[in-house]
């Protein structure tokens, strides 16, 4: 069984896996993950390897509630072994009833949260995540709401998701200011295709202690070595949803890094996870999974490879820092 290790998230004391299992394919029709006895699976195997971090979010799965429900359903007695993450307030995603308002606003919040609550079968959510920025709300309300959750012992710590370096400052510097609890972590896309947080974000974080989360840190798969020019395994969500990304890759340069691990001899998915703990602030890969053996290959990677100073320049050579190769993921 697979030795985990485990990080502090931000400057708070939550110790969360180094790599944590993104919850994003429970319920996705088409998955061995849509349905229970699938997620069932997934779940107890993250839990098995000592995945402790579980990050989900109210708009995954097929329809609203969909994932968080299969995971409440997944977690009965064994609750108490996990660090509960969801998010709330996607401005991209229609509310589940119209007259909510605004997604960052306290009304929303509320009403989300009891929700989350519910679906997930428990009385608190350890980490819960603004999950975009809301430009109809001002910040400050989304706090003060935010710390009205902790108060009530509804929400243990808040993060958030796909802000910009300067929002991240901003809200670290409005909750100091108004009395509210801090951001302790921050969820942004983030692989060797999509370096763009190098230019302020992951700075940012590591200046003020906010722990830093990537989202599709393996490329939706293209970083598992299942991949080439080619093309992949056909039941992959990549083959089946995305073939654009494969048609778009930089191949030379992940070819290139293909001879690097095999001079290395470890397999990319090593390569790819033990660059990414590198980085700083960071604090846990967010990798998914729709089989019970993609999360022991995930947990096998935390400790599979250490990259030196050197192995880092030759990556960064091949995939530099702020550069972004291709169009948006999600």
């Given at each position: 069984m697979t030795t985990m290790t485990y990080r502090t998230l931000g400057r708070s004391g939550l110790r969360?896996?180094?790599?944590?299992?993104?919850?994003?394919?429970?319920?996705?029709?088409?998955?061995?993950?849509?349905?229970?006895?699938?997620?069932?699976?997934?779940?107890?195997?993250?839990?098995?390897?000592?995945?402790?971090?579980?990050?989900?979010?109210?708009?995954?799965?097929?329809?609203?509630?969909?994932?968080?429900?299969?995971?409440?359903?997944?977690?009965?007695?064994?609750?108490?072994?996990?660090?509960?993450?969801?998010?709330?307030?996607?401005?991209?995603?229609?509310?589940?009833?119209?007259?909510?308002?605004?997604?960052?606003?306290?009304?929303?919040?509320?009403?989300?949260?009891?929700?989350?609550?519910?679906?997930?079968?428990?009385?608190?959510?350890?980490?819960?995540?603004?999950?975009?920025?809301?430009?109809?709300?001002?910040?400050?309300?989304?706090?003060?709401?935010?710390?009205?959750?902790?108060?009530a012992g509804k929400v243990r710590y808040i993060g958030h998701s796909n802000f910009?370096?300067?929002?991240?400052?901003?809200?670290?510097?409005?909750?100091?200011?108004?009395?509210?609890?801090?951001?302790?972590?921050?969820?942004?896309?983030?692989?060797?295709?999509?370096r763009g947080a190098d230019r302020e974000l992951l700075p940012a974080a590591a200046e003020l202690g906010v722990g830093f989360l990537p989202y599709y840190p393996l490329y939706n798969g293209l970083f598992t070595g299942k991949f080439s020019r080619e093309g992949g395994p056909a039941d992959t969500r990549i083959m089946r949803q995305r073939p654009h990304l494969v048609e778009t890759a930089p191949w030379d340069r992940i070819e290139a890094l293909e001879a690097f691990c095999a001079a290395r001899g470890i397999g990319m998915l090593e390569a790819t996870i033990g660059w990414l703990l590198s980085r700083p602030a960071l604090a846990s890969v967010i990798a998914g999974a729709t089989t019970a053996e993609q999360v022991a290959q995930n947990a096998a990677a935390v400790n599979a490879w250490t990259p030196t100073e050197e192995d880092l320049a030759e990556i960064d050579a091949l995939f530099p820092p702020g550069v972004d190769y291709s169009a948006p993921s999600s």
């Open positions: 969360v896996s180094a790599v944590g299992l993104g919850c994003n394919n429970f319920g996705r029709p088409g998955s061995a993950t849509e349905t229970q006895d699938g997620t069932d699976r997934v779940l107890h195997a993250a839990l098995d390897h000592g995945i402790t971090l579980l990050d989900g979010a109210d708009i995954y799965g097929h329809e609203y509630g969909r994932s968080e429900a299969m995971m409440g359903h997944a977690l009965r007695g064994r609750r108490d072994e996990v660090v509960l993450a969801s998010k709330f307030g996607h401005v991209d995603y229609e509310s589940p009833i119209p007259h909510w308002g605004a997604k960052g606003s306290r009304r929303y919040i509320r009403l989300a949260v009891e929700g989350s609550l519910r679906r997930l079968q428990t009385d608190t959510i350890d980490l819960y995540q603004f999950h975009t920025p809301d430009p109809l709300t001002p910040l400050e309300e989304t706090l003060a709401a935010l710390h009205e959750l902790i108060d910009a370096g300067w929002q991240l400052a901003r809200a670290d510097l409005l909750a100091e200011l108004h009395g509210h609890p801090c951001f302790i972590s921050a969820q942004n896309e983030y692989s060797l295709l999509r």
